[in-house]
């Protein structure tokens, strides 16, 4: 079996999806703390803790400069993941109560779906394939919400997969608008079953997250990296509009399967996440547009080091463009990059 790790951070005592993680023998759960976690609480589990006291040894450099009380914390678990070597990654949170499948999928490497390709459209509203409600994830265009599309729907049989984003029971991922303007039951949602594998193809987008995300390649790896000078509830789908596009230069796909966990939703205030969200909702539009603008052109030497630098031109150029408005971001990516080196 590969060498695997979920990583979190949390500033909450162990939750029922976390007891469940650390119980499993064959998968490793890396907590990433930050100042609120009541370190006492998880002193007895069978985790690797990254303390703050952890970090600042391991990475006094990145540590003087990465933010405290933000979601950017988990850099260093990403950190720590890539230098100790893990084959696959699985992104999520403490609320995310893993199904049997979800284990049962990491063992048996997804092999029980159907391969499908999805293309022909610039955006994809993924859950419209899983679900017969009218729902949309978090960080999908305002614009496109009611727009019917004419995506082609094909068997695919490509080993060329690098990311894996699961749908999620309970209370799915969707944006402050649909929470506060829906009828629908937010706590019981259930997509449909599907043994279905939806691939997309390299001109098509849709949101993803970092909920329930397996990411299956080393090479791909550095793009885990979570911005710091953007807000929590678009800082994730920004990283994951990026690794979409760059996954394109490593000639790997983003799919999306089934439901493999239950969400049990920490407590939010739907209008704070609403004032969190409006950078999302003006910018997501533009932020394509300067992806599709970067250039992924191989012709250097290195494939590596070109790809760093194609990955830190985009963060100067969202910078430029105000999408992030601190230019410290780069300062952190380029400590980040160095770690993982």
Aim: hydrophobic fraction near 35%.
């Amino acid at each position: 079996m590969s060498k695997v790790c979920v990583i979190i951070t949390t500033i909450n005592h162990p939750t029922e999806a976390i007891l469940k993680y650390q119980s499993v023998k064959e998968i490793d759960i890396v907590i990433v703390c930050d100042i609120k976690t009541p370190l006492e609480k998880y002193n007895t589990l069978n985790c690797i803790l990254l303390t703050l006291e952890k970090q600042e040894e391991l990475y006094p450099s990145l540590y003087k400069i990465l933010p405290f009380n933000h979601y950017c914390r988990k850099n260093f678990g990403y950190i720590y993941a890539i230098q100790n070597k893990y084959d696959i990654i699985i992104d999520t949170d403490d609320d995310n109560i893993p199904y049997d499948i979800f284990f049962d999928n990491i063992k048996s490497n997804f092999i029980h779906y159907e391969k499908k390709l999805v293309s022909n459209t610039k955006y994809l509203n993924i859950y419209k394939l899983f679900s017969n409600q009218h729902i949309w994830p978090r960080g999908f265009p305002l614009n496109e919400i009611n727009k019917s599309t004419n995506h082609i729907i094909e068997n695919y049989d490509k080993n060329d997969i690098g990311i894996i984003q699961s749908m999620v029971d309970g209370d799915p991922d969707v944006d402050s608008i649909y929470r506060l303007t829906t009828n629908n039951d937010q706590k019981n949602f259930k997509f449909n079953k599907n043994v279905n594998m939806y691939i997309l193809n390299h001109k098509t987008y849709c949101p993803a997250n970092t909920q329930n995300t397996y990411w299956l390649k080393s090479d791909i790896f550095y793009l885990l990296y979570i911005p710091s000078y953007i807000n929590f509830r678009f800082c994730d789908i920004l990283k994951m509009y990026i690794a979409q596009r760059l996954l394109q230069k490593d000639k790997l796909k983003l799919s999306f399967i089934e439901s493999t966990v239950f969400q049990e939703r920490n407590f939010h205030n739907l209008m704070n996440d609403f004032n969190d969200e409006i950078g999302m909702f003006n910018n997501t539009e533009k932020l394509i547009e300067i992806l599709n603008d970067i250039s992924l052109d191989n012709s250097l030497d290195d494939i590596n080091e070109n790809k760093y630098d194609i990955f830190v031109n985009i963060y100067k150029s969202l910078i430029e463009n105000k999408i992030i408005k601190n230019s410290e971001e780069i300062n952190i990516i380029n400590e980040f990059i160095y770690l993982i080196k």
